[in-house]
């Protein structure tokens, strides 16, 4: 059993950062990939961006050049650096994995937290 905890969310003026964590439990932590999606009030769930046991990200187009995912596998924890915060980007974020398998795929998600809420006010 893998358990997610996101942490970090609140409210934040337009043009304002806020980083997110997410803390894993296990130990398979470092050998999987994770991600990071969030939801709008009255939208569907969207995926944020991604990164692998490895490091490499990718970003949805509507984050890209603003936010930035990084992962500290000695703390069991993957990261949402959120800059350039727009209302827009308004939503709970919640962080998820496809435990052991290096690279994130969306069909496979196995474990999700349970979100953290990001306000932002223009």
């Known amino acids: 059993q893998v358990h997610l905890v996101e942490s970090g969310g609140g409210l934040v003026q337009a043009g304002g950062s806020l980083r997110l964590s997410c803390a894993a439990s296990?130990?398979?932590?470092?050998?999987?990939?994770m991600a990071w999606y969030r939801q709008a009030p009255g939208k569907q769930r969207e995926l944020v961006g991604t990164i692998t046991s490895g490091g490499s990200t990718t970003y949805a187009d509507s984050v890209k050049g603003r936010f930035t995912i990084s992962r500290d596998n000695a703390k069991n924890t993957v990261y949402l650096q959120m800059n350039s915060l727009k209302p827009e980007d308004t939503a709970v974020y919640y962080c998820?994995?496809?435990?052991?398998?290096?690279?994130?795929?969306?069909?496979?998600?196995?474990?999700w937290g349970k979100g953290t809420r990001v306000t932002v006010s223009s």
């Open positions: 998820a994995t496809t435990i052991s398998y290096p690279v994130f795929r969306p069909d496979g998600v196995n474990y």
């Open positions: 296990g130990t398979r932590f470092s050998i999987s990939a």
